[in-house]
């Protein structure tokens, strides 16, 4: 069965970059016309959508982050990832990565298990 | 952007009872693409409702969504200890996509 999972540092400087990737086992993301998305939450708080890239590559972004935020995908290695510059300790958050439909307008139907990113210097 | 109000903040009730989980938009939500989230203590949210009222794959009967528009409701029938989570609610028609702050379920 299909399965995510995020990897990536668990602690960031203020001012640098946050990159995650996760990585896809169980199915291709080359295979399967899915959109793939990045989702945050700050401890303690409720959900933000961060942005959705589509198995082709096209991405679509939260305006609120998108000045600062880059989602790419690379199919040979089932994996798609989230790149966030320029943070501070408001980006500290678990960050998920999920699975859409295939539509755009499709809910996010299965869950990375999340990684906890600090920002602190 | 689509604001999401959920409400109550917190349900207090116990084993067998119904729940009544509310999610109102500051606009309407197109196509009714409006779903449900169950998220337990150190978990990922787990989708429960999408298209307001279709059950996902593997969920209990005893949960339902309806509503369109503006209004959309979550309903958990004879609750189950296991149904103690935060219920987030999403809507996915208007980028950017929104989430409400969620209603704790407790089981007494």
């Known amino acids: 069965q299909l399965q995510l999972q995020e990897s990536g540092p668990g602690l960031v400087k203020p001012s640098e970059t946050l990159s995650l990737t996760c990585t896809v086992s169980?199915?291709?993301?080359?295979?399967?016309?899915?959109?793939w998305g990045w989702i945050r939450q700050p401890p303690g708080k409720g959900l933000e959508w961060i942005g959705s890239?589509?198995?082709?590559?096209?991405?679509y972004y939260n305006p609120s982050l998108e000045s600062r935020v880059t989602i790419s995908i690379d199919t040979s290695k089932n994996q798609f990832s989230l790149n966030l510059n320029s943070v501070t300790a408001a980006d500290t958050a678990v960050y998920y990565c999920?699975?859409?439909?295939?539509?755009?307008?499709?809910?996010?139907?299965?869950w990375g298990q999340g990684t906890l990113v600090s920002v602190s210097s | 952007e689509i604001v999401l109000t959920q409400s109550p903040g917190t349900l207090s009730l116990s084993p067998g009872e119904g729940a009544t989980l509310s999610c109102r938009a500051s606009?309407?939500?197109?196509?009714?693409?409006l779903a449900w989230y169950q998220q337990k203590p150190g978990q990922a949210p787990r989708l429960i409702i999408y298209?307001?009222?279709s059950r996902a794959s593997g969920i209990p009967d005893r949960f339902s969504g309806s509503g369109s528009g503006t209004d959309f409701t979550l309903t958990i029938s004879r609750l189950e200890p296991e149904d103690s989570a935060v219920y987030y609610c999403?809507?996915?028609?208007?980028?950017?996509?929104?989430f409400g702050l969620g209603t704790k379920v407790e089981i007494k």
């Open positions: 606009q309407s939500v197109s196509s009714s693409y």
């Open positions: 999920a699975r859409g439909g295939s539509s755009y307008h499709s809910p996010l139907s299965l």
């Open positions: 999403q809507q996915y028609g208007s980028s950017p996509w929104t």
């Open positions: 169980g199915g291709s993301i080359s295979r399967s016309s899915y959109y």
């Open positions: 890239i589509y198995y082709s590559g096209n991405t």
């Open positions: 298209g307001a009222s």
